[in-house]
């Protein structure tokens, strides 16, 4: 098996629970294809005393009898299959009783929401009652619950008020990975990409592990891209569609919502995403926000000095912005349509906002190469309304030590320069800030590029400026 690349507090906590005296009952969540499943066998396969994975548009008689399966599987010897979630769940705890395994017994539920959502409320008093009269007693079982859909486990274990509630031991959530930890991934499969063309795979494909295996290291950036999006037969071509379709119930629902964010980059409000996908702007549209920024497609953030009520909702997620900036290519070219279109003008188009994308998930890094790392920020963004109509700063840091961060976000295949021009509207937009605002706080101007800023007389104004490097820390 493939060594297991970041995760480092996860697997601390994960390691630190197999390892405790009491029985534990951890839930990992996070959006399909980012490795949850890998991360648990890596550590524990081979101490699995159970494990079985629900099964995708499976009624609950086909995932009960998975899960019988699974229970004859792992040595079980019950005097009938189960024809009930109470049954599988008394036929599992017989199986754990009779186990010879010494130490603490792995029972590891995957992918439990297409086990939940295709039953009635049984499943879930059934796994209350496992939990509760079987196993919390016991000092050896670990008992782990996975799923992509965030949002029903969420809903039905964490935040359950019947029998589990407060049951849970621990509550992971696995995120893709970080620039530097694609990077690792890259150098642990072979496949030597320079940094820029990291950067610029991740600007496409986001750092999900299963997109990135796709790679081949004797292709190109732009070849890879091709064969594994664009070429006929790309085994990418329909991840869209069974993306959206294998994590939400609400599958179309959510996928206008999807498309209407991804029409206004910067971001729309509630009223503005119910007008632009036709939508009610009621409990369904909530349920479709609260899921999408669960699942870690949607961020929701604030405008600077506004309040919650006018919190705007912006698509985070990169390979779903690519795959609707280009489906359209995708469905007219094929084979080699990336490696032409990557010397184009529009290639530096959708390179600029695309990295913006890129700047915004790795606020942690950005932090971390300004040195404030250990102080409280603020993240917001900011829109001029009268002194400079159409100005705006689309990353504001505001430290509580009351220094402004005005972020500049810019992708550049050499060193960016800036020109007279550039820099006079850099200085225009910091003094709209300040006047619109109204702040007392210093307030300054800091680049964000891919190789650093050419030198002279106006580079020289920047005080903070960040690299590339900077985000692969």
């Not at 959502?117 to 209350?128: E, G, H, N, R, W």
């Not at 188009?349 to 790795?362: I, R």
């Not at 020109?419 to 964000?448: M, Q, W």
Request: hydrophobic residues 40%.
């Amino acid at each position: 098996m493939q060594r297991l690349i970041g995760r480092v507090d996860e697997q601390r906590r994960l390691k630190k629970h197999f390892l405790s005296k009491k029985s534990e009952f951890v839930a990992l969540f996070g959006r399909r294809r980012v490795g949850k499943t890998f991360l648990v066998r890596s550590l524990f396969e081979s101490s699995f005393t159970f494990y079985a994975a629900g099964i995708q548009d499976g009624d609950t008689t086909r995932q009960i009898e998975n899960f019988n399966s699974e229970i004859a599987h792992y040595g079980g010897r019950t005097p009938a299959a189960a024809a009930t979630w109470p049954e599988a769940f008394a036929n599992l705890y017989s199986l754990i009783e009779t186990s010879p395994q010494k130490g603490k017994k792995v029972v590891f539920l995957d992918e439990i929401s297409w086990m939940g959502m295709a039953a009635t409320s049984d499943f879930v008093s059934a796994l209350d009652h496992f939990w509760n009269r079987r196993i919390s007693s016991r000092d050896d079982v670990l008992l782990i619950i996975c799923g992509s859909a965030a949002s029903w486990i969420i809903d039905n274990i964490v935040n359950n008020t019947g029998g589990l509630h407060n049951r849970l031991t621990d509550q992971l959530y696995l995120a893709p990975f970080t620039l530097g930890e694609s990077e690792e991934y890259f150098r642990e499969k072979g496949i030597p990409l320079p940094r820029f063309q990291i950067l610029e795979a991740y600007m496409i494909f986001g750092g999900i592990p299963y997109y990135l295996d796709f790679f081949d290291a004797d292709r190109s950036l732009a070849q890879n891209v091709d064969r594994m999006y664009f070429a006929s037969g790309a085994p990418l071509k329909n991840e869209y569609v069974n993306l959206y379709r294998a994590l939400f119930k609400n599958a179309d629902g959510t996928v206008k919502v999807v498309e209407a964010l991804a029409s206004k980059r910067k971001g729309l409000t509630r009223e503005e995403i119910a007008s632009a996908s036709k939508m009610m702007s009621g409990g369904t549209l909530t349920k479709i926000l609260t899921d999408l920024i669960r699942c870690g497609f949607v961020r929701d953030y604030l405008a600077f000095g506004k309040q919650k009520r006018d919190c705007l909702y912006q698509l985070t997620d990169p390979f779903t912005l690519f795959h609707l900036t280009f489906a359209d290519k995708q469905r007219r070219f094929t084979d080699d349509f990336w490696t032409r279109f990557s010397t184009t003008p529009a290639h530096a188009a959708w390179s600029g906002y695309a990295f913006e994308l890129t700047c915004l998930l790795h606020l942690t890094q950005i932090k971390s190469g300004l040195g404030v790392s250990g102080v409280l920020t603020q993240v917001s963004s900011w829109r001029s309304r009268s002194s400079d109509p159409g100005a705006q700063i689309d990353l504001v840091l505001e430290r509580d030590d009351k220094v402004i961060h005005l972020c500049e976000m810019k992708f550049s295949v050499t060193e960016f320069t800036i020109d007279k021009a550039y820099s006079t509207r850099l200085r225009e937009k910091r003094t709209a800030f300040l006047t619109e605002t109204g702040t007392r706080k210093a307030a300054h101007t800091t680049l964000v590029t891919t190789f650093g800023l050419r030198q002279n007389a106006y580079g020289a104004e920047i005080l903070f400026q960040l690299t590339m490097n900077d985000l692969f820390h």
